[in-house]
């Protein structure tokens, strides 16, 4: 049998082919792997995006936003105002620790945010003159939803007092977020007791007549509140003598305006003593004395000459007239 002949590749020839080296850090894939492996990264980052897309929507994702970029009176706010020590406190806090809790908004625009809670922390960061503020986006159904949210965060952290929770809801009812103002506290007050939402109804009395005339009624106490609202509501000189007292009086503290409608409220309108109406003598011995009442004029006759036969003459008179 003939050996085979063994071939060997040409060196040096014009039409030889050489072997391109390859390097160990980049060798060739194969096109199918190459197009699959770009597939899966992709996917991988579609999914990564979808799931931070997921968060932001779910407000489970925590934002730095710019500061400048909050629009503080979004929403009417349910705190009238600041108690200075408690600012004091909470700008202390924020310098030695930070930001600890975010703020909640919701995006109005590209770039534009509306504030739901939150607004103490972001008035001490703006006396800070910080730059950027911890957020969380929310997305609630309707402007009813957003004062809810408000309302809620407000009442865990720090608790509303009883003006700022009915005039929130009076606010809200004015809005046309709700019916009424019974359904806004309803609405608003939804875990609180029968009993809590019934004293913040009293409140809306309260806020209703004297609405801007009070300088400081978030130091108004329950007992005195409720006891202003019920005299509100049924004595119509006492809504007058109050308003009165508090225009002229323009408390300064709120100290001032407390004892003033402390003091209001115990007065008690001074009943009209009537004299008992003198008699006149209309003609010797007869005394003729007048009263009103319910029942139109009494005329009443005394004296010595008013005698059986003096009060039958005077029937005859009278039938006759």
Known sequence: MAKRKRLTPARGDAGSVERVPQSP????????AHVA?????????EEVADAFQSARDAGRLLLELPLEAIEGDHLIRDRVALDDDEMRSLVQSLQERGQQTPIEVLELAPGRYGLISGWRRLQALRQLQADTILAIIRKPDTAADAY???????????????F?????????????LYPSTAKAVQA??????RSKRSKINSFVTLHHVLGD??????AIAERLGLALAARLDKD?????????RLRKADPATAEEEIALLSETL???PQKTTLRKPAAEEVTAGVFLKTSAGRSGLTLSLSGKAVTPEFQKRLQAWLQQQ
């Not at 809810?148 to 009883?162: F, K, P, Q, T």
């Not at 700022?164 to 046309?176: D, Q, V």
């Not at 608003?188 to 007791?193: E, Q």
């Open 213 to 218: 005339m009070l300088r400081f009624p978030t």
């Open 25 to 32: 850090a980049s060798p060739l894939r194969a096109p199918i």
């Open 266 to 268: 115990a007065d008690r």
């Open 37 to 45: 492996g770009e597939a899966a990264t992709h996917a991988a980052l």
């Open 164 to 176: 700022e929770r009915a005039r929130i809801a009076a606010k809200a009812a004015e809005l046309g």
């Open 188 to 193: 608003l007050f939804s875990t609180a007791s």
């Open 236 to 244: 119509a000189g006492f809504v007058v003598r109050l308003k009165d």
């Open 148 to 162: 809810l949210a408000m309302v809620e965060e407000n009442e865990i952290r720090v608790g509303l007092s009883y």
